[in-house]
């Protein structure tokens, strides 16, 4: 167990729907990083917050966006979903801005 | 063509051989080396995370970085059934915190 939590587990949703994932980064961590895992894709870095901030954007979309609160959780919010967003998204949390990366358990999101 | 290439396997071996899983990259300006290990439908698991050229050891677990050829290694001793699982190498620059995936290898050790 990373220490990283991650919910919901499983999300089954249709298409042009909106769905919000959520992640608790370790505890004392205070940077978190959104991945996508896809079959044809594999493991792409999304964004990463640090201490509420947003710290590197990767090859997100402008259909996603991402906030993380003075708690330190963050929240993933999928817009208009499509069918090619279908995939895993995992949540990973650092002490530090630059880091060992930890990955927490990950949100399956089906669209139908 | 990928910045991160790794055999996708599955790399099949007996229980107690040697494994070895490689990843070859272009970007020569990665600094920060990682090996993953993550089981079906679980989270990337951290196995190894090296800086620059050189070895580093942890128990069953070593870990190769060759920056002149641009290829990084991941050694496994005395394989068990346990290790079978998919095999992520990951990189990032110097001062990045982006991380860059290899598409990883399917690892089977047969009892």
């Known amino acids: 167990d990373s220490g990283v939590t991650q919910t919901p587990k499983h999300l089954i949703t249709a298409t042009g729907q909106r769905v919000t994932l959520r992640c608790s980064p370790r505890?004392?961590?205070?940077?978190v990083y959104w991945y996508q895992q896809s079959l044809d894709q594999g493991l792409q870095f999304l964004i990463q917050y640090y201490n509420g901030e947003e710290r590197a954007k990767g090859n997100i979309l402008e259909r996603f966006s991402a906030q993380q609160f003075p708690d330190l959780h963050s929240e993933l919010n999928l817009s208009s979903l499509e069918l090619g967003d279908s995939a895993l998204y995992f949540c990973?949390?650092?002490?530090?801005?630059?880091?060992?990366?930890?990955f927490g358990p990950g949100t399956r999101l089906t669209v139908t | 063509q990928k910045e991160v290439e790794q055999d996708p396997g599955p790399l099949s071996v007996p229980e107690g051989a040697i494994v070895s899983l490689n990843c070859t990259y272009s970007?020569?300006?990665?600094?920060?080396f990682m090996w993953y290990r993550q089981y079906s439908r679980k989270g990337p698991e951290l196995l190894m995370y090296t800086y620059s050229s050189g070895n580093k050891e942890d128990g069953r677990f070593t870990a190769q970085v060759d920056k002149s050829s641009k290829y990084i290694s991941l050694f496994i001793r005395d394989s068990q059934p346990s290790d079978s699982a998919t095999y992520l190498c990951?990189?990032?620059?110097?001062?990045?915190?982006?991380?860059?995936f290899g598409g990883g290898t399917r690892l089977m050790v047969k009892p």
């Open positions: 505890s004392g961590d205070l940077s």
């Open positions: 990951a990189m990032t620059l110097a001062g990045g915190n982006m991380l860059t």
């Open positions: 970007n020569s300006a990665f600094q920060y």
């Open positions: 990973a949390s650092s002490s530090r801005p630059v880091d060992e990366q930890y």
